[in-house]
C-alpha cells in the first residue's frame, strides 16, 4: 500500500467517525446539554476557571495531550512493521482514545471540574481514590522530571530549536494582552503570531544557541533546571497570561506542520520518490519485546494514553465554555492526534528512505529504513526516536523545495513546542492533584506548585550532575500510562452503568482491552526488572500492579452493584445538539 493511499484512507475515516462514532457518543450516550452548568462558568475565576471558546481550548488541549508521545511511540513501534502499528493508531484512537478522553472530560465537567482521581470516590468508593492517586502521581512525577530532559535533549540535539522557542513564550503572551485586554480579533492576530514565529525559525536556523555546561553540571541538567524554573511560572499563571495564546498558536503551528507534510506526501508520491521501505509487519526484530502486549504500551498517545485524562479532567474541564464544546475539545482533538501519529508513521517508514546521512553516506530506500531500526537498541533511544521523524519529516519537505536546513529546524520547534506545552501543563495538573487530595496543606498555589518542581528536581539529579535521574523510573512509565487509561475507562463505564442502557459499553469493551495489555506489560516488566536485579523497579512495580488489581476489583464489584435508577446524580437531560 502507497503512503499516498494511507494518508488519504485515515484522514477520510477520521473525519467519517467524528461524524458517525463521535456524534452517536455526544448525542445519545452522554446526552451533551448546554443547559447544564459547567465549572468554568460556575467557578470562574480567571486564573484556573475561565470560560473559553472552543477553538481556543482545542488548541490548549491538543498541545497538553500531544507533546512528543505522538511521535516518539509511532518512531519506535514501527520495528514491528507500518501495519501493526497504523491500525492501532487508527483503530485505537477511534474507539479507545477519543472516547476515553471525551468521556473523562465530561464527568469532570459534570463533578465541578474535578481531577480524576478526585470523582473516583464518588463513583468507586473513597479507598479507590488513594490507590488511583498513587499511580496518576507517579505518572505525572515522571512526567515532569522526563519532560525537562526530554526538550533539553531536543535542544542539544537541535540547538537551531532554541530562540524559536524561547521567543514564542512574548509572542503567545502578547497575543493574549491583546485579545482578552484590548478585545482583538483572535483568528486575525494569531495568524500574525505564527507568521512572526516562523520568522524566528528561520533566524534560529542561523542562529543556533549551545548551552555549555555551568557549575559542574551538564548541559542537559542546565536546561532542565531552567525548563523546570519556567514550569513553575507557566503553571501558577492564569491560563490566559501564557498557556492558552501560546498553545493556540501551537495548534496554528502543528496545521502548518501537518499541511506540509501533507503536501510533502503528495508532491513526492507524485514525483515517484516516495516509497513504504520498511516491512508490514516483522514480528520478530533483534532484541525487541514481544509485539503482544509492548505494541499497544509503546504507542500510547496517537492511539490511547492515560495521561489525556488527566488533561481532560484537570484542566480542560475548567475551561470548556459549554458542554456542546466538549464533543470537539475532547473526541475531536484525539483523532487529529491520530492523524499526526499517521504522518509520524508515513515519516519514519516511507520519508526516511528518501536519504539518511550518516557517517557522511547518504543512504537511501531499504537500506535508510534498516541502518535506523536494525535492532531495538538502535530504535529506542529517545534521540534516534525523535530523529528518525526529523529526518522523514525533512525529507518530505524538501520535496516542496525547502531546505533541508530550514526543514530540520521547522521540525525541531514542532516537537520541542509541544513537549514545552506537556512539561508545563502536567506540572499545572500535578498541582490540582496534590491540592484537591491534601487541601489542607497544599491550599497556596506556589506552595503546592513549588512541591511538583522540587520532586521532580530531586528525581532529575538522584543520578548526579548529568540530570539524567529521570531515567530510572522510565521504563515503568509506558504501563504505567496504559494502566491508567484503563482505569479511567472503568470508571467512565461505571459513570454510564448509572445513566443509558448498554451505553457503557462504549467504555467497557476499550476498558478490558487495555486493562488486560497492562497487566501482562507490567508482569513482563516484573520479571525483566528481576532478572535485572533492579530492586527500586520491583518494588514500584509491585505497587502498580496491587493498585492495578485493586482498583479493577473495586470497580467491577461497583459496576455490578449500579443499576440506572442508583447513581445520585443521574442525568436525565437529553441532547442539545
Not at 504500551?297 to 485524562?309: E, R, V
Request: charged share 10%; aromatic share 12%.
Amino acid at each position: 500500500m502507497g503512503a499516498l493511499l494511507i494518508m488519504v484512507l485515515a484522514f477520510v475515516g477520521y473525519i467519517v467517525m467524528y461524524q458517525l462514532y463521535g456524534k452517536f457518543i455526544g448525542n445519545k450516550i452522554f446526552a451533551l446539554n448546554d443547559n447544564n452548568k459547567v465549572p468554568s462558568v460556575e467557578f470562574e475565576d480567571d486564573v484556573d476557571f475561565v470560560p473559553t471558546k472552543k477553538e481556543v481550548i482545542f488548541g490548549h488541549h491538543f498541545a497538553s495531550i500531544a507533546g512528543t508521545g505522538p511521535i516518539v511511540g509511532p518512531a519506535i513501534a514501527v520495528i514491528w512493521g507500518w501495519a501493526p502499528a497504523l491500525i492501532w493508531v487508527f483503530v485505537g484512537s477511534i474507539v479507545m482514545g477519543a472516547a476515553h478522553d471525551f468521556g473523562s472530560l465530561i464527568i469532570s465537567m459534570r463533578n465541578e471540574g474535578k481531577s480524576i482521581s478526585e470523582y473516583t470516590s464518588k463513583y468507586i468508593n473513597n479507598r479507590t481514590k488513594y490507590f488511583f492517586f498513587f499511580i496518576v502521581f507517579l505518572e505525572l512525577w515522571i512526567i515532569v522530571a522526563i519532560f525537562g530532559l526530554v526538550i533539553a535533549v531536543i535542544f542539544n540535539m537541535y540547538p537551531v530549536s532554541v530562540i524559536p522557542v524561547w521567543l514564542e513564550i512574548p509572542i503567545a503572551m502578547y497575543l493574549g494582552h491583546l485579545v482578552y485586554k484590548k478585545g482583538a480579533n483572535l483568528l486575525q492576530w494569531s495568524i500574525i503570531a505564527v507568521v512572526i514565529m516562523y520568522l524566528t525559525v528561520i533566524l534560529g536556523a542561523y542562529l543556533p544557541v549551545s548551552m555549555p555546561s555551568l557549575f559542574g553540571l551538564s548541559s542537559i541538567a542546565v536546561w532542565s533546571i531552567i525548563l523546570l524554573i519556567y514550569a513553575f511560572i507557566a503553571s501558577v499563571l492564569p491560563v490566559t497570561k501564557l498557556l492558552q495564546p501560546r498553545d493556540y498558536i501551537n495548534s496554528h503551528q502543528l496545521l502548518v506542520a501537518m499541511a506540509l507534510l501533507v503536501l510533502g506526501v503528495l508532491f513526492a508520491s507524485f514525483s515517484g520518490n516516495l516509497h513504504i521501505v520498511a516491512p508490514a509487519v516483522q514480528m520478530n526484530p533483534a532484541g525487541t519485546p514481544p509485539l503482544w502486549p509492548f505494541l499497544f504500551i509503546t504507542i500510547a498517545c496517537g492511539a490511547i494514553s492515560g495521561f489525556h485524562a488527566l488533561v481532560s479532567s484537570g484542566t480542560s474541564a475548567k475551561q470548556v465554555r459549554k458542554e456542546s464544546d466538549s464533543l470537539f475539545v475532547g473526541y475531536g482533538a484525539m483523532l487529529l492526534e491520530g492523524s499526526l501519529a499517521t504522518l509520524v508513521i508515513i515519516a519514519t517508514t516511507a520519508g526516511i528512505g528518501m536519504g539518511l546521512t550518516t557517517g557522511g553516506e547518504t543512504l537511501l530506500g531499504t537500506a535508510a529504513w534498516t541502518h535506523h531500526y536494525a535492532s531495538w537498541a538502535a530504535a529506542k533511544g529517545l534521540g534516534s526516536k525523535v530523529g528518525a521523524f526529523v529526518v522523514g519529516s525533512a525529507n518530505l519537505l524538501g520535496a516542496l523545495g525547502i531546505p533541508k536546513a530550514i526543514g530540520i529546524t521547522v521540525m525541531g520547534v514542532f516537537v520541542a513546542s509541544f513537549a514545552g506545552t506537556t512539561l508545563d501543563t502536567a506540572t499545572r495538573v500535578q498541582r490540582y492533584l496534590i491540592t484537591e487530595t491534601f487541601p489542607k496543606t497544599f491550599k497556596n498555589k506556589y506552595i503546592s506548585t513549588g512541591f511538583v518542581v522540587l520532586v521532580a528536581l530531586a528525581l532529575i539529579f538522584s543520578s548526579g550532575a548529568t540530570g539524567k535521574g529521570a531515567l530510572a523510573l522510565w521504563p515503568l512509565f509506558g504501563a504505567t500510562n496504559q494502566t491508567l487509561a484503563a482505569l479511567a475507562l472503568i470508571v467512565v463505564t461505571i459513570y454510564l452503568k448509572g445513566r443509558v442502557k448498554w451505553g457503557w459499553l462504549i467504555s467497557a469493551v476499550p476498558a478490558v482491552f487495555m486493562l488486560v495489555v497492562s497487566f501482562w506489560a507490567a508482569v513482563q516488566n516484573q520479571i525483566q526488572f528481576g532478572a535485572n536485579n533492579n530492586i527500586l523497579l520491583v518494588i514500584i512495580n509491585i505497587i502498580i500492579i496491587i493498585s492495578m488489581l485493586w482498583v479493577a476489583f473495586e470497580g467491577f464489584m461497583k459496576f455490578i452493584k449500579t443499576s440506572i435508577t442508583s447513581n445520585p446524580d443521574l442525568q436525565k437531560s437529553t441532547s442539545s445538539l
